[in-house]
């Protein structure tokens, strides 16, 4: 994986997409890696570590690969517009996990 991957970056500013999350297919349900997810329709990063070990087996019945299959390796893509009239004006509402 190449850290600011050129074709990555490219891709994004083709689309004209504010901000992109690149991610790899899981090998193995048991994958130590967060993963790609969707809550209350909102897209979101599930820790493995908060997946049941059913959760992370599940498999789409179309086609036999995982639900939860796009591994998150933590390479984004983020507009400076994104960052400032989206991100700073909403950091006071985060939501953060207890410790």
Not at 58 to 71: M, N, P, T, W, Y
Not at 76 to 82: A, E, K, P, Q, R
């Amino acid at each position: 994986v190449k850290p600011a991957d050129p074709t990555f970056v490219g891709y994004c500013i083709r689309q004209k997409a504010d901000c992109g999350n690149k991610a790899l297919w899981k090998t193995s349900p048991d994958e130590k890696v967060g993963v790609l997810a969707s809550k209350g329709h909102r897209p979101c990063i599930v820790e493995y570590s908060d997946m049941s070990k059913e959760m992370s087996e599940l498999r789409s019945e179309q086609d036999g690969r995982l639900v939860f299959g796009a591994g998150n390796i933590c390479n984004h893509f983020y507009t400076l517009d994104f960052l400032e009239q989206v991100v700073v004006p909403n950091l006071g509402n985060i939501i953060t996990s207890p410790a």
